[in-house]
């Protein structure tokens, strides 16, 4: 499982373990699984999604993988 943090200036949008999470990113739409090598994106509008049931929609953000942790900071 992944390690998943997305929060926002103001509040936390998700804290927990995911199979996967999908990212909008710069050059695409991007799945991150378990164990994927270490990642920086930009994020633009779109929407994050985790073991997709959790849905939730963002204008831009930045998301780092390092270690099995998925850290996420988005604007809503």
Known sequence: MLNVLVV???????????????????????EVLSYHKPLLSRLISGSVIINHNHIFPIRRGVAGIHSNKATVIVEE
């Open 8 to 30: 926002t200036p103001i509040r936390v949008l998700f804290e927990g373990n995911a199979e996967s999470v999908i990212f909008p990113g710069e050059q695409g739409v991007f």
